[in-house]
T-cell receptor, first 115, second 113 residues
Framework: KAGVTQTPRYLIKTRGQQVTLSCSPI?????VSWYQQTPGQGLQFLFE???????NKGNFPGRFSGRQFSNSRSEMNVSTLELGDSALYLC??????????????FGPGTRLTVL | DAKTTQPPSMDCAEGRAANLPCNHS???????VYWYRQIHSQGPQYIIH???NNETNEMASLIITEDRKSSTLILPHATLRDTAVYYC??????????????FGQGTTLQVKP
């Protein structure tokens, strides 16, 4: 089975621009979670999508948004980019069940640099 | 989800067993212990999880104490490729934490030749 894929792998943007990142989950997985990783804050949860609906969200401003398509692929969008948005953005997929053993598998990440 | 405490860093000689401890003294009865690792600038990699029994897979073994307040991840024969940050996470499903893992600072394991 193919793993979680993310595109693009690297991205350079300037302040004020917007960006869209894409995540393709493992086949059969219906849940996609997004995380931001920075040296100062570590790995932080952004939001989770399941069956095209946002099911959970973390404490990030509204500039961060996402969506999920019927094939479970997900995109996240960051509008009005700030320098502090420079980070590694990770997505993880899982079956999305209500079991405590529902395991997340991560993609390689998208490295976003905001200049 | 319960808080975990891990040493910030550890060294291990190549070929020797690496034993990574994790303290989770406030763990609840239905919370599982998960381990992930992250090799520099890559996505975290799932290693293993368990509830109360010891678990083993092709990557590692997980030893959970009888009171479940601590656990140890064992890499039986560490190689240079095992150099990474190792995260111990405890979680149980609830409607308020779906899809969410809470990562601490982890343990940076340096495997040395």
């Amino acid at each position: 089975k193919a793993g979680v894929t993310q595109t693009p792998r690297y991205l350079i943007k300037t302040r004020g621009q917007q960006v869209t990142l894409s995540c393709s989950p493992i086949s059969g997985h219906r849940s996609v979670s997004w995380y931001q990783q920075t040296p100062g804050q570590g790995l932080q949860f952004l939001f989770e999508y399941f069956s095209e609906t946002q099911r959970n969200k973390g404490n990030f401003p509204g500039r961060f948004s996402g969506r999920q398509f019927s094939n479970s692929r997900s995109e996240m969008n960051v509008s009005t980019l700030e320098l502090g948005d420079s980070a590694l953005y990770l997505c993880a997929s899982s079956l999305g069940s209500t079991s405590s053993t529902d395991t997340q598998y991560f993609g390689p990440g998208t490295r976003l640099t905001v200049l | 989800d319960a808080k975990t405490t891990q040493p910030p860093s550890m060294d291990c000689a190549e070929g020797r067993a690496a034993n990574l401890p994790c303290n989770h003294s406030t763990i609840s009865g239905n919370e599982y212990v998960y381990w992930y690792r992250q090799i520099h600038s890559q996505g975290p990699q799932y290693i293993i999880h368990g509830l109360k029994n010891n678990e083993t897979n092709e990557m590692a073994s997980l030893i959970i104490t009888e009171d479940r307040k601590s656990s140890t991840l064992i890499l039986p024969h560490a190689t240079l490729r095992d150099t990474a940050v190792y995260y111990c996470i405890v979680r149980a499903y609830s409607s308020s934490n779906t899809g969410k893992l809470i990562f601490g600072q982890g343990t940076t394991l340096q495997v040395k030749p």
